[in-house]
């Protein structure tokens, strides 16, 4: 034991060993996940309001604009964190004040919302002061890095200067006071820049991250996404008993919501991405980016499952077929960008592509069933009876090709499998 009796004295910041031997997510960065489910929560409960009003568009935009800025918070601390956690009382400081940004951010994605669907602005004001904190508190811990990491000195420094230029561009859209579509058009390059930076900055030496440890912080944020998915079951449970009492519809709901979040569990986690990231080190810029629309499809079931609890409940302003597709779109995303993160990470695989190529039919079977009269509840049925299929399908013949793509992979070839 330390003989020091602080024992979260200040440590040097050099980078963390990219080989360390049983590397996993510590408290603290579990504590600051947390916040994310506050996130995921209040962009998941606004997306469902604006659906089941029938705000389709404007609904779409904010809640892609909450997302994007969610996750790309997550993603920046965590990959920071990978390499230079230290875990001393200054790191452990600074990641709080990144908590407070995180929680002043979820604090403005409602009246992001409400002015979107208003259409004078976009009113992302509490958004962004909630980024500059957690910038400043970033940027503070990249000059850290510089100046104790003198390997990667210029990477560190490079990093601190494009995400204070960057956030600087943010405040300045901030100050324009124009319409909806002209402030999105002036956000489409900021967020070009924004994951552009990761790229220019490590373009001659990489920050020391841990495959297997970003393997895990992604499932993680995976799985507290998922949460909002079993909150919407509840919901939508919750409304149809009170309407109906308990019935066999109210017993399709709870199972379909509850079965719907445990198959996008089990299909995540069919990729075994610490291996794979390990192996394919190069393929980690597309690793990270391509998250952001699974973790946001994740989030956007839990607020479908909402919308069709609104439906049940009569306070929905749109047809059972809108009600559906607000579960099986996500649901559909979701598959789709994981299928293709399987193959940029593991090389093409038939199979992997037709089950996903199924797995639409279904979907879109279930859209169509309940344009033609059939219950909200059986839709959900079949959507997850077609989830389940695919799993089986997988499980059944998907082993041995997975073991045969990771010796290949670890033979370093990446031919696609027959």
């Not at 003989?3 to 049983?22: I, Q, T």
């Not at 900055?201 to 507290?224: F, K, M, N, Q, V």
């Not at 995540?268 to 952001?292: D, V």
Request: net charge neutral.
């Amino acid at each position: 034991m330390s003989s020091n009796p602080l024992r979260h004295a200040f440590a040097r910041m050099g980078g963390r060993d990219p080989h360390e031997k049983h590397r996993a997510a510590t408290p603290l960065e579990l504590f600051f996940d947390l916040t994310f489910v506050i996130a995921f929560g209040v962009a998941g409960s606004q997306f469902a309001h604006e659906i089941a009003e029938a705000h389709f568009v404007e609904g779409l935009m904010a809640f892609s604009f909450a997302m994007f800025a969610v996750i790309w918070a997550w993603i920046n601390f965590t990959w920071f964190a990978s390499a230079y956690d230290t875990d001393d009382w200054v790191f452990r400081v600074v990641t709080m004040v990144q908590i407070v940004g995180v929680l002043i951010l979820t604090m403005g994605i409602e009246p992001m919302f409400h002015s979107i669907v208003e259409g004078r602005h976009v009113d992302n004001r509490v958004i962004v002061a909630g980024y500059v904190i957690m910038r400043l508190a970033l940027v503070t811990q990249w000059i850290r890095a510089s100046r104790q990491d003198p390997a990667r000195r210029q990477t560190c420094l490079r990093y601190a200067k494009y995400l204070a230029l960057v956030q600087l561009g943010w405040i300045a859209v901030l100050v324009v006071d124009t319409d909806v579509a002209t402030t999105f058009l002036l956000v489409i390059p900021l967020v070009a820049l924004e994951m552009a930076t990761p790229y220019a900055a490590e373009r001659d030496e990489r920050t020391p991250w841990h495959a297997h440890h970003i393997a895990e912080r992604y499932g993680l944020l995976a799985i507290i996404a998922l949460g909002e998915c079993l909150i919407g079951a509840i919901e939508t449970l919750r409304a149809i008993v009170a309407n109906h009492g308990w019935s066999v519809d109210a017993a399709l709901v709870g199972f379909g919501g509850t079965a719907l979040a445990f198959g996008m569990w089990w299909v995540y986690f069919m990729l075994p991405a610490g291996r794979a990231l390990h192996l394919r080190r190069h393929r980690s810029f597309l690793f990270g980016y391509g998250h952001i629309p699974i973790f946001a499809a994740i989030a956007a079931t839990g607020a479908g499952l909402h919308v069709a609890a609104y439906y049940i409940d009569h306070e929905a302003h749109i047809s059972a077929a809108a009600a559906v597709a607000s579960i099986a779109v996500p649901v559909a995303v979701f598959k789709l960008a994981l299928t293709w993160l399987y193959s940029t990470m593991m090389g093409p695989d038939r199979t992997v592509i037709a089950v996903a190529a199924g797995i639409m039919v279904v979907l879109a079977g279930a859209v169509a069933m309940a344009a033609l009269g059939a219950s909200v509840p059986v839709c959900m049925l079949v959507m997850v009876l077609g989830l389940a299929a695919s799993i089986v399908i997988d499980e059944r013949r998907g082993a041995e090709r997975l073991h045969t793509a990771l010796q290949r992979l670890e033979a370093g070839t990446t031919a696609p499998q027959p």
